[in-house]
């Protein structure tokens, strides 16, 4: 993938920022046919009455384990959509409990934001790139550089940032999957 220099803030980072190549419009049109495939299926299911929360909790009683992979693909699909995901985390809680929850609802977590990242990284970077701020991102970036791993975890732990747009965010950086 191509890069391009940057200056930071008060042109204090000298680094790298990834350039985008254009989505095809192949690619516009298939990523736009799933997610509306995505969106009728959730409608469809929501009108056979197959999210009806006693159906819910029944499954969760009944199927553990497919309502585990259930709710952490939700969940996956919410984080990528940008969907809010507070109810999501309070209904882990309540179905498996305050800490059998909180693992449930990071293991959506994870892949969702990992998603979240990929997409913006090599499918939307360019179209995404256009509408936020340049300084935002290079400050991002500094403070990356100067943070590391402590300062993605500090943003994706704090509240303050949604989680959603901020794996988008982090997707047109130069920061590193592994991180």
């Not at 350039?19 to 056979?48: I, T």
């Amino acid at each position: 993938m191509e890069q391009e220099s940057a200056t930071g803030v008060d042109g204090q980072w000298q680094g790298e920022v990834l350039a985008w190549q254009p989505l095809s419009k192949q690619a516009r049109g298939l990523l736009l046919v799933c997610f509306a495939l995505l969106v009728a299926a959730g409608w469809w299911s929501y009108r056979q009455g197959w999210l009806a929360p006693e159906l819910l909790v029944e499954l969760a009683n009944r199927h553990l384990v497919a309502a585990i992979v259930l709710f952490v693909l939700v969940y996956a699909a919410c984080m990528m959509a940008l969907l809010p995901t507070l109810p999501l985390n309070l209904a882990a809680g309540m179905l498996w409990g305050g800490l059998a929850g909180a693992v449930v609802a990071s293991a959506g977590g994870g892949p969702g934001a990992a998603l979240a990242f990929l997409l913006a990284r090599r499918l939307l970077g360019r179209p995404l790139a256009r509408k936020i701020d340049h300084r935002f991102l290079t400050w991002l970036q500094c403070q990356f550089e100067a943070g590391g791993w402590r300062f993605v975890a500090f943003v994706r732990l704090n509240p303050v940032f949604p989680t959603g747009p901020i794996n988008y965010v982090f997707g047109l950086t130069a920061i590193r999957t592994s991180s």
